[in-house]
């Protein structure tokens, strides 16, 4: 195989959607738990925690959208007939 298709935002967006949401509750909830004074002190670690875990979510449906768009392009018969062509 020479090229691996291209994957797409809208796709990766639709698998996201959820963890987004899920994240964006959590990080209002440390901010919103945050003691007078203590902003950044209270919250700063737990959103930094909930956006590390969304890049670990993103990079990995980003990943798996181009290994699964990898395998539908994948033709067996296309490799048998380059090595006829070849012998």
Do not use: C, W
């Not at 959590?26 to 700063?44: F, K, Y």
């Not at 875990?53 to 980003?62: D, G």
């Amino acid at each position: 195989m020479d090229k691996i298709p291209a994957i797409s935002a809208v796709h990766l967006k639709a698998l996201l959607h959820d963890k987004v949401d899920a994240i964006a509750e959590r990080i209002v909830a440390a901010v919103n738990a945050a003691a007078p004074g203590r902003l950044i002190a209270d919250s700063e670690e737990p959103v930094r925690q909930a956006m590390a875990e969304l890049t670990r979510a993103a990079y990995e449906a980003a990943l798996q959208q181009k290994v699964d768009a990898a395998e539908a392009a994948f033709s067996p018969s296309a490799r048998q007939r380059k090595r006829k062509k070849t012998s």
